[in-house]
């Protein structure tokens, strides 16, 4: 797939755990870190709002298109 899920990195520099974060966003852990993984194929506009509201981001620092061609 051509996009690819950036946010363990937000989450890193952000210095925010899994745990706290879905706490926060009112998701479960699981469904947090297959987020994180990037082993989603969608993502609700409620869940990816949440998310940016609690780590202060943007939706574009969180998500990044890569063309395909360039994909290992």
Not at 19 to 39: F, M, P, Y
Not at 60 to 70: A, K, T
Request: positive net charge; hydrophobic residues 40%; glycine residues 6%.
């Amino acid at each position: 797939m051509a996009i690819i899920l950036r946010l363990d990195r937000v989450m890193a520099d952000r210095k925010i755990s899994l745990n706290e974060l879905a706490s926060k966003v009112g998701i479960a852990n699981g469904n947090l870190s297959k987020i994180k993984t990037g082993k989603i194929s969608a993502i609700r506009f409620s869940t990816l709002n949440a998310i940016c509201e609690t780590l202060h981001c943007q939706p574009g620092d969180l998500l990044e298109y890569v063309n395909e061609e360039n994909l290992p």
